[in-house]
């Protein structure tokens, strides 16, 4: 007998071909592509949640999305069926079924994305839809320290688009900035409570900037510092294609009950 139960899914996807995660009338997205599937799998017309709203162009290991499905079919095969009708470019890693008031968006408790950079001379055409390209040097150190300012409990409306209320706080806390280097490529790992949008892109290339010696580390004291409404900061926003959302955490989660 079928029966209505709440499943989270954890989600990886390219974000190359998609204008961002959220359903838009228009144009592709990952939540309609998820839903669609949905649909051949259970003939149910089912409206899926999201933990996080990735833009156009970016990518996730980790995303967590909810729904609610009626259906006798066997945990298994709701895995399985799913992934059977998503195009290559998007999967569903694992399912659990959770308790009926689980929220993957107001619940979690920290979000992780992972910028990803090219630091050489020449292009890397194996890298082109998963990493921003820098030409320049970069100094590490000096990009360290800003990711340091960075890190803690800030206002970063300068560092925001556009808002969806204008009345919507703008203090988030950031708790890590990790710069890694690997060979020729620059990994700078960002954990924080939530983001606003656009926010992990325009503080990347902030710290790039920095790292380029365009603009100081004081500028970006100063940015931090502004009261609300009076200064943007003036560097540019990283391209989309070096963002990936790695993981979203929460309290009490993943349950104990997967979908194998």
């Not at 204008?19 to 838009?24: A, E, L, P, S, V």
């Not at 919507?168 to 954990?191: A, C, F, P």
């Not at 009261?227 to 349950?255: A, R």
Request: with cysteine.
């Amino acid at each position: 007998m079928a029966c209505l139960k709440r499943l989270a899914l954890i989600i990886e996807y390219d974000g190359s071909c998609y204008r961002g995660f959220q359903y838009q009338k228009k144009f592709p997205s990952i939540q309609e592509e998820i839903e669609t599937a949905i649909h051949k799998l259970t003939n149910q017309k089912i409206k899926v949640r999201g933990a996080g709203r990735t833009d156009a162009g970016v990518h996730a290991l980790g995303q967590v999305v909810a729904l609610d499905l009626k259906s006798g079919l066997p945990s298994n095969q709701i895995l399985t069926g799913l992934n059977h009708y998503l195009p290559r470019d998007i999967v569903v890693k694992a399912a659990y079924e959770v308790q009926t008031d689980f929220d993957p968006r107001r619940m979690a408790v920290s979000r992780t994305y992972k910028y990803s950079i090219i630091n050489r001379k020449v292009r890397a055409p194996l890298q082109l839809q998963y990493a921003a390209l820098v030409r320049e040097n970069l100094n590490i150190d000096n990009m360290r320290a800003v990711a340091k300012v960075m890190t803690g409990i800030h206002d970063f409306w300068a560092f925001s688009g556009a808002l969806p209320r204008i009345t919507d706080s703008t203090v988030r806390s950031v708790s890590k900035i990790d710069i890694l280097i690997i060979g020729d490529k620059i990994e700078i790992e960002v954990e924080g409570n939530a983001f606003l949008p656009h926010q992990v892109r325009r503080m990347v290339g902030s710290i790039v900037e920095v790292g380029l010696g365009k603009v100081s580390l004081d500028y970006i004291k100063m940015v931090l510092s502004t009261d609300k409404n009076k200064i943007k900061v003036k560097t540019k926003s990283m391209p989309p294609q070096g963002l990936c959302l790695v993981k979203v955490s929460y309290e009490e989660f993943p349950p104990q009950i997967k979908l194998k």
